[in-house]
């Protein structure tokens, strides 16, 4: 997404004093999923939205948290293998296997049940 757009959605969000209020989980977890995908400067990222770093660090905090707590996870998962033989990495299709709420509330996902059966004999 285009970082302008997402700091127009930001501003609909802002008081007539100029504080950025209420917003919700799915512009959370895009600022989030944004920031991710920054490769510069934090203050430039930062400039690009229209938000002051004290405000970000709180959203982020926020967004962060929602996103362990399992909020965001109707976003699409995409496993990744690595290929035995040549170590190349390969992308296989979204999960659609067996997804395990870990210690902590993690959340683990496994392609087939025959990995999720070995993950819990070591595990054990």
């Not at 609909?12 to 209420?22: A, E, F, L, M, Q």
């Not at 991710?36 to 002051?52: C, I, R, T």
């Not at 999960?95 to 959340?107: F, N, P």
Request: with cysteine; glycine share 8%; proline share 4%.
């Amino acid at each position: 997404m285009d970082l302008t757009v997402l700091s127009k959605k930001i501003s609909s969000y802002r008081t007539p004093k100029g504080r950025i209020t209420n917003l919700p989980n799915e512009l959370l977890a895009e600022i989030l999923h944004e920031w991710e995908q920054w490769s510069g400067a934090p203050s430039a990222f930062y400039k690009l939205l229209g938000v002051d770093f004290r405000k970000m660090g709180s959203m982020m905090g926020k967004a962060k948290q929602l996103k362990r707590d399992g909020a965001f996870d109707g976003l699409q998962f995409t496993e990744i293998t690595l290929d035995q033989e040549t170590g190349q990495v390969m992308e296989l299709p979204p999960c659609s296997g067996v997804e395990l709420v870990w210690e902590g509330g993690r959340i683990i996902r496994f392609s087939r049940v025959e990995i999720l059966l070995d993950f819990l004999k070591k595990a054990a």
